[in-house]
């Protein structure tokens, strides 16, 4: 017994307040500087936007959401995104299709191609969010500038810094951060307390949350009537849909090599992005100009008015809405997954609701949002951290936590939404 206590490894000694507090002045300005660029490309997308779909149609007298305007609209988004893929300094990064949350230091060159592409693709239309992009962006200037101004600092702090403040702005917490941090430590062997390794990317997060907050106000909870006590009818409900929403997104992720290969086989960002644009046109016409864009206000709403559509519609608005994500994640759009992913999940929710009024909508929404992000993002905090955020009601966490086992069942060793560099998926 006394050997092999002896053979234990001595616990590692926690870090002192001396060796954290240094990191809180640079955390700050990272999480400031952050949130500050995506407030920045927000805003010149969402100027663009009412441009290209209220200015310019008004001004022609085509309609705002026709069948012809969005095709054409998301065709000349294929068109502008592949001409800047094409021509700019570092084609606009990697493939999106191989990038995720962790971005990797990009060049410095290669950033204004990538912030164009970004705004680009919002502004047009397609069904990608920003955050894959702007992570990036952040990670590459943050980690060029802390080189330079504080050369002695550990390089690899820097991009856990920026990726922090980066979703701290997104999310307009700091909450979903450290879950999305302290779920990337549970994977890897790190040094010291959890507390200690967190505590500069939160200090991040939260500057970088506070910056969004004040400038910008962003707010995740729809509005969907309250939920009270839960019984045992809506823990059915809560597993059931969960689990088809995670099954539904599934079915996406399984297609995502081979709708990618087919895109590849162009060879060309002025063939495979242009094609794109135009099946993304199609859908829209397909599921109505509710599936355009990333989806968050959108998806407001469809809260807005759970009533207001009817099954079919909610259905179908849910399937075309998967179908252009898959899509623009496919063909070389540069942008994430989980703004879209979310609009998937409440539509599907609320589609459960409609064929069975019995389920609450908060209920439908919640899960159905959990399961198809655990299913496209594999990150089960930050899945139960947006589900949860999107109905504000307590009595909903304790459903989704039981609702996230068979869920994440279905889902864990299964591919990506994320490909290697030869196109298969990643596991």
């Known amino acids: 017994m006394a050997q092999d206590s002896a053979r234990q490894a001595p616990p590692s000694p926690a870090s002192p307040a001396r ?26 997308a969402e100027q663009l936007q009412d441009v290209l779909w209220k200015n310019l149609p008004d001004a022609l007298g085509v309609g705002r959401y026709s069948v012809l305007w969005m095709v054409v609209m998301l065709t000349a988004t294929g068109i502008a995104v592949g ?16 990038t ?43 980690y060029w500038l802390g080189h330079r101004l ?19 702005a997104l999310f307009g917490t700091p909450v979903a951060a450290a879950l999305l941090i302290s779920e990337a430590l549970a994977g890897r062997q790190s040094e010291g307390p959890l507390w200690d390794n967190v505590f500069a990317p939160l200090v991040a997060a939260a500057a970088g949350a506070m910056t969004a907050t004040l400038l910008d106000r962003p707010s995740f909870d729809l509005g969907l009537p309250p939920f009270g006590e839960p019984d ?35 060879r060309h960002p002025m063939l495979a992005l242009p094609a794109g644009g135009i099946v993304l046109g199609l859908l829209a016409a397909l599921g109505g100009h509710l599936t355009l864009f990333k989806g ?13 559509w009817t099954a079919g519609e909610f259905a179908t608005m849910t399937v075309v809405k998967l179908a252009a994500l898959l899509v623009a994640a496919s063909c070389g759009f540069r942008g994430g997954r989980i703004f879209p992913a979310v609009f998937v999940g409440v539509a599907l929710g609320l589609t459960a609701h409609a064929v069975v009024p019995a389920v609450h909508p908060a209920i439908g929404v919640a899960t159905g949002v959990l399961g198809v992000l655990l299913a496209i993002t594999r990150q089960g905090w930050v899945s139960l951290f947006v589900a ?5 009601s307590p009595a909903v966490i304790a459903l989704l936590c039981i609702a996230s086992l068979p869920a994440w069942l279905l889902v864990t060793g299964r591919p990506q939404m994320q490909l290697r560099e030869d196109g298969t998926a990643i596991r």
């Open 19 to 44: 060796a954290l507090l240094p990191a809180i002045l640079p955390a700050l300005v990272v999480g400031v500087l952050a949130s500050l660029l995506l407030l920045l490309v927000s805003e010149l």
């Open 83 to 98: 001409l800047v893929v094409w021509k700019a300094p570092g084609h606009a990064g990697p493939d999106p299709a191989t």
């Open 100 to 142: 995720g949350l962790d971005a990797p230091v990009l060049p410095l060159v290669v950033l204004p191609g990538l912030l164009l592409a970004t705004m680009l693709m919002l502004a047009g239309g397609p069904s990608l969010g920003p955050e894959n992009p702007i992570i990036a962006v952040n990670v590459a200037l943050v």
């Open 150 to 168: 504080l050369p002695r600092a550990p390089g690899r702090v820097w991009p856990v810094l920026a990726e922090a403040a980066t979703i701290g």
């Open 232 to 266: 045992w009818g809506d823990l059915l409900s809560a597993m059931v849909i969960a689990s088809v929403g995670a099954l539904l997104a599934m079915a996406a992720v399984r297609a995502f090599p081979y709708v990618h290969g087919a895109f590849a086989r162009l």
């Open 296 to 308: 968050l206000a959108e998806v407001g709403e469809l809260a807005h008015d759970p009533e207001g």
């Open 388 to 392: 949860a955020a999107l109905v504000a």
